[in-house]
């Protein structure tokens, strides 16, 4: 079993910066491909940006160029940063495994004022 907790987020002004970090726990870690997810309030929950164990790199269209996604297996951490960063970027953003195998953390809230 893996369980992540998520940190990082909080209010930004539009153009901003903010870096989140996801820490997990469990021995398979570092054989998963890991991602950040995002949601919004009675919206599904959408994938972000995903990494693989060896480095390899997806991300979603609406955030390219401005987010980069990062790991440090030895730290079990997968991280975030998020630059230019949108109003349409405020949501809950939450890390897990793609396939999702695990259940989701509590989360950290992104705002971005306009």
């Known amino acids: 079993q893996v369980q992540f907790a998520e940190s990082g987020g909080g209010l930004v002004q539009s153009g901003g910066s903010l870096r989140l970090s996801c820490a997990a726990s469990?021995?398979?870690?570092?054989?998963?491909?890991v991602g950040w997810y995002r949601q919004l309030p009675g919206k599904q929950r959408d994938m972000v940006a995903t990494?693989?164990?060896?480095?390899?790199?997806n991300y979603a269209d609406s955030v390219k160029g401005r987010f980069t996604i990062s790991r440090d297996n030895a730290k079990k951490a997968v991280y975030l940063q998020m630059n230019t960063l949108k109003p349409e970027d405020t949501a809950t953003y939450y890390c897990?495994?793609?396939?999702?195998?695990?259940?989701w953390g509590q989360g950290t809230q992104v705002t971005v004022s306009s």
């Open positions: 469990g021995s398979t870690f570092s054989i998963n491909i």
């Open positions: 897990n495994t793609l396939p999702r195998l695990y259940n």
């Open positions: 990494i693989s164990s060896g480095g390899s790199t």
